[in-house]
């Protein structure tokens, strides 16, 4: 097996190529919006169809692969006396021909999963979206290839590597959308001509290929033959299915939730689709960004705490986790409340956009902004169940916030007016995450005894109060510039770099202010967290 790189070189490698595959990833959403037209229904019917592949994948394999399939291949690896090698050939090509066959089953049921997601889908919007479907399912079979080929490099000591490839991905699709904007800068976004369709369809799909292309490339070049091993035997197909039941559970509760808030979005009208999903990406950027590295700098340690049974220590580090990370999001999620409509504006605001759905995809953004803090905080409360090594309670726990997620998308749907529906959505998020919290503490304190209740209420006041301050700042600074900068992309720029310098400055004065200690932690909290050599 190959010599496994420094713990600072692999982190050092991975958080370059995180950052470089979250940054275009982000460039490829908005040059797609710019390309396709922001609030055109011809986006929302690309969006609906390209949500496809991602969530059978997800329902199939996806939420095993890290915790079941990893650990079953580095056992293979340690156990065998070929380092594993052709255990990892044998599910290789099980992924191969059993994601086959999902991928022909979902070709066919591809009508019903159109209508599943977008009942609000016009006929003619329904015929495009099954268009582009027929061509993005295959991504199924790529996503599952490429993810068990990025698992077999993770435990031959290649970290990097894996984490490039949806920069390849992202890339091409970036490309996609520059040259449906050159090609074809004037026309409309009806229906298209079969040159479009091909371009976006196959241009879509060959970004995936691409990436699973680049992970086997450097699986190739890390000496792992290639070699189809058709014979499933010593696979223990059972135990993995045994050991994935409860993550399955958790997997389908939030595809059964994303299902819904899509199915809700699209009652919205045009745009609806768009906005929500647009307005979901923002909400993931800082918590990827930020909360999870939070939670990857301090979270090794609490699991070394549960498994050395310290449950006083658990709770210590399960505190300070939760109030760090509760103060870096905090003016995160004031931003997104406050600077929503510029922040659209600067994002989307260009190519084929409507004015209208952009204004609504701020509105949905501001509303997000409402689920930052209980969203990090279910989060880091479940990795506390992992830690002690506990997957039931949290998909039990996982399933309750979909179930209250998909009534919220429901009640959206019969208690708002139409165009306000996506905005029901996000709101539904919040509340479903706030309860999923609540639910998450209670269990973890009679787990655990005590969960640090007094400090964390009290650090959660205080960063309330400073947020307070931080919105109030942002909003002053808005209505002072607003009329003076007028609209456009300038315009929101502007906005957006005063607004939010004088939010941060309002929450930094507010919090030691409030002697809201937790502000160094956050800055000592990042340097730890950052690659050593």
């Known amino acids: 097996?190959?010599?496994?790189?420094?713990?600072?070189?692999?982190?050092?490698?991975?958080?370059?190529?995180?950052?470089?595959?979250?940054?275009?990833?982000?460039?490829?959403?908005?040059?797609?919006?710019a390309a396709l037209g922001m609030g055109t229904e011809l986006l929302d019917n690309y969006n609906v169809a390209n949500t496809l592949p991602n969530a059978?994948?997800?329902?199939?394999?996806?939420?095993?692969?890290?915790?079941?399939?990893?650990?079953?291949?580095?056992?293979?690896?340690?156990?065998?006396?070929?380092?594993?090698?052709e255990y990892a050939q044998r599910l290789l090509t099980l992924m191969v021909y059993g994601l086959s066959l999902v991928t022909l089953v979902a070709l066919l049921a591809a009508p019903l999963l159109i209508d599943l997601l977008a009942p609000g889908f016009t006929a003619a919007q329904r015929s495009q979206a099954l268009v582009f479907s027929r061509f993005f399912l295959p991504q199924i079979l790529f996503y599952g290839v490429s993810a068990t080929a990025g698992a077999?490099?993770?435990?031959?000591?290649?970290?990097?590597?894996?984490?490039?490839?949806?920069?390849?991905?992202?890339?091409?699709?970036?490309?996609?959308?520059?040259?449906?904007?050159?090609?074809?800068?004037?026309?409309?976004?009806?229906?298209?001509?079969?040159g479009q369709t091909l371009l976006l369809a196959l241009g879509t799909t060959a970004g995936v290929f691409a990436q699973m292309a680049l992970v086997l490339y450097y699986l190739m070049r890390s000496g792992f033959p290639l070699r189809a091993r058709w014979n499933p035997r010593g696979l223990a197909v059972r135990r993995i299915g045994r050991l994935g039941a409860w993550v399955l559970i958790s997997v389908v509760a939030g595809q059964v939730l994303l299902a819904m808030a899509t199915r809700a979005a699209s009652l919205s009208g045009p745009g609806g689709v768009t906005a929500y999903q647009s307005a979901y990406a923002i909400f993931q950027v800082p918590f990827a960004v930020i909360a999870v590295s939070v939670m990857t700098a301090m979270l090794p340690r609490l699991s070394r705490s549960a498994a050395q049974l310290d449950h006083a220590q658990v709770v210590e580090d399960l505190s300070r986790t939760l109030r760090v990370a509760a103060v870096a999001m905090a003016p995160i999620a004031v931003a997104m409340i406050t600077l929503g409509r510029p922040l659209a504006a600067l994002l989307f605001e260009h190519g084929r956009s409507v004015a209208s759905t952009v204004s609504l995809l701020g509105a949905v953004v501001t509303v997000f902004g409402f689920t930052l803090l209980p969203f990090t905080g279910y989060s880091i409360m479940v990795r506390g169940f992992y830690a002690l090594q506990d997957t039931k309670t949290p998909a039990l726990i996982s399933a309750g916030v979909a179930t209250i997620g998909v009534a919220g998308c429901a009640g959206a749907i019969w208690l708002l007016p139409r165009a306000d529906i996506v905005l029901g959505v996000p709101a539904a998020y919040a509340i479903a995450y706030s309860a999923g919290l609540l639910v998450s503490a209670a269990l973890l304190r009679r787990r655990l005894g005590r969960i640090d209740g007094r400090r964390l209420i009290a650090t959660h006041l205080r960063t309330l109060g400073a947020a307070a301050i931080s919105a109030a700042c942002a909003i002053l600074a808005t209505r002072a510039l607003t009329p003076v900068v007028g609209n456009g992309w300038t315009a929101s720029l502007t906005v957006l770099a005063a607004a939010g310098a004088a939010g941060i400055v309002g929450y930094v004065a507010a919090g030691l202010l409030l002697r809201l200690t937790e502000l160094r932690q956050v800055g000592n909290v990042a340097a730890a967290g950052m690659p050593r050599t």
């Open 56 to 85: 059978v994948y997800e329902l199939v394999v996806g939420g095993a692969m890290a915790s079941v399939v990893v650990p079953l291949l580095v056992r293979a690896s340690l156990s065998e006396p070929d380092d594993g090698v």
């Open 152 to 194: 077999v490099l993770n435990i031959r000591g290649r970290f990097t590597a894996p984490m490039w490839a949806p920069l390849c991905n992202n890339v091409v699709l970036i490309a996609v959308g520059l040259i449906y904007l050159v090609i074809w800068p004037t026309v409309g976004t009806g229906d298209l001509t079969t």
């Open 1 to 33: 097996m190959a010599k496994e790189p420094t713990l600072g070189q692999a982190s050092r490698g991975m958080a370059v190529a995180t950052l470089a595959a979250r940054a275009t990833g982000f460039l490829r959403i908005v040059v797609i919006a």
